[in-house]
């Protein structure tokens, strides 16, 4: 045979596997599915999803989804700065549940609170609905979560090691803060992720912090709904074994980003996501004195004549706030 009709052949069957992997994310269907309609057998077609998601992984994640360096997290802060007015911010997080089928033998490991099997995706979004940083493969029991913890991005987010940048002066001050992720009350409260006051009894001040801290939150709840609604292979559960479900998410969101900044059509932003968005129990203590300090410093900036905005106000509209 010679070496060009080898490199044909190659071509052909790299070629079929991306539009098998094509198929799969974008509309979900079963391998018994496309197995009719490929007459390709479904232990093959699982073979090709896996690998091939690997690779596109393994090919992309340096170009559309790099590891974060100090100068990509001050490009995500200016983002979040010019289009959420949040300064210091470099990133909105989440977690999302991905219902899977019951692998064999797996146990109750997979089960999450709502007695559904699924694997947990952590995300960092910046503010141009891509994901800066994923963290893959904990799965839906809530004991498991601190697998997350073991990623380098859990360790970043969740253990107080985004040390990446210096503190600097929130625009208009003088006094450096530090550069703080947003979140919501899954989370916990930390001196470099920053999640909503308590909705009882709050002042003016708190509620135009967690009105403020959603709006640049709400980042990260896009990207995953502009990520199901392309590939539609999250909206039920995914008939596939623990290892391959990673990769499949991995590429998904890696496909996301790429997306993001090639397609000139650029997609138009879902707001409703076919993410499970039960909470992961993190159980990690209650919040340092510092960390509390750190909210308070973005609270009061929030509502000084340097860091409000236009209009914060209009929306406490049930008379006088309490006062603590």
Not at 141 to 159: A, F, I, M, N
């Amino acid at each position: 045979m010679s070496s060009g009709h080898h490199h044909e052949e190659v071509h052909h069957a790299n070629g079929e596997a991306a539009h098998h992997l094509e198929r799969f994310l974008a509309t979900g269907e079963s391998f018994a599915s496309l197995h009719v309609q490929f007459r390709v057998g479904k232990s093959t077609i699982s073979g090709i999803v896996r690998s091939t998601c690997h690779v596109i992984w393994q090919y992309l994640q340096p170009i559309s989804m790099p590891s974060p360096t100090p100068e990509i997290w001050l490009q995500v802060a200016a983002g979040f700065q010019s289009v959420a007015n949040f300064p210091n911010c470099i990133g909105a997080v989440d977690c999302k549940h991905v219902r899977v089928r019951q692998p064999p033998h797996s146990g109750s490991r997979l089960i999450n609170y709502r007695k559904y099997f699924s694997v947990v995706i952590m995300a960092v979004a910046d503010s141009t609905y891509k994901f800066v940083g994923i963290a893959v493969g904990a799965y839906g029991s809530t004991e498991d979560s601190r697998v997350l913890l073991k990623s380098e991005l859990g360790r970043q987010v969740l253990q107080d090691q985004v040390t990446l940048l210096p503190p600097q002066p929130l625009p208009g001050t003088t006094d450096p803060a530090p550069f703080v992720m947003v979140s919501d009350e899954a989370f916990p409260l930390m001196t470099n992720l920053l999640r909503p006051y308590p909705r009882r009894r709050l002042d003016a001040r708190k509620r135009v912090f967690n009105m403020r801290l959603s709006q640049a939150r709400c980042f990260v709840e896009g990207t995953f709904g502009m990520l199901s609604s392309k590939w539609r292979v999250f909206t039920s559960a995914m008939q596939l074994d623990e290892a391959t479900v990673d990769e499949v998410i991995k590429a998904a969101c890696v496909l996301h980003n790429y997306v993001r900044d090639y397609d000139s059509t650029n997609m138009d932003m879902e707001t409703q996501s076919a993410f499970n968005d039960q909470n992961v129990n993190w159980g990690l203590g209650r919040p340092s004195n510092r960390a509390m300090l750190v909210r308070k410093t973005f609270a009061d900036y929030f509502t000084s004549p340097e860091g409000a905005v236009s209009g914060q106000f209009d929306s406490l509209r049930d008379g006088q706030p309490h006062q603590e």
